[in-house]
């Protein structure tokens, strides 16, 4: 997703120098206009960089937020199945511990 907004920005602002550089060939306007028309297709080019730049930075923070809940859930869904086993596994050790004292108590005999 990086590589096709950074693509677009590239594109974006070729689109823009050959524009201008076309644009100031072919300008029939006096010196000073033409500055103005090149300086407003810059600063409508910096405001599309920042536009692309903020909707590029919200969507990464959706995606590491959505990153960070997926995680989350994981790591609580793991803890509570390693409690479930944990609890197995005490159980399983319990029973044969008391089947060991069994055969120890009838050894004492």
Do not use: C
């Not at 050959?18 to 500055?35: C, E, M, Y």
């Not at 590491?64 to 399983?92: C, G, P």
């Not at 008391?98 to 009838?106: F, V």
């Amino acid at each position: 997703m990086a590589s096709k907004s950074s693509e677009s920005i590239l594109a974006l602002l070729a689109g823009a120098a050959i524009g201008v550089g076309i644009g100031i060939l072919f300008a029939p306007d006096k010196g000073s206009n033409t500055r103005d028309k090149i300086k407003n297709s810059f600063d409508d080019l910096k405001d599309g960089v920042k536009s692309k730049f903020g909707s590029f930075e919200d969507e990464a923070k959706e995606k590491f937020s959505q990153s960070k809940d997926e995680l989350k859930e994981t790591v609580e869904s793991l803890l509570s199945q390693s409690s479930y086993k944990a609890e197995e596994a005490i159980t399983f050790l319990e029973e044969k511990l008391a089947e060991l004292k069994k055969q120890n108590a009838k050894l004492q005999k």
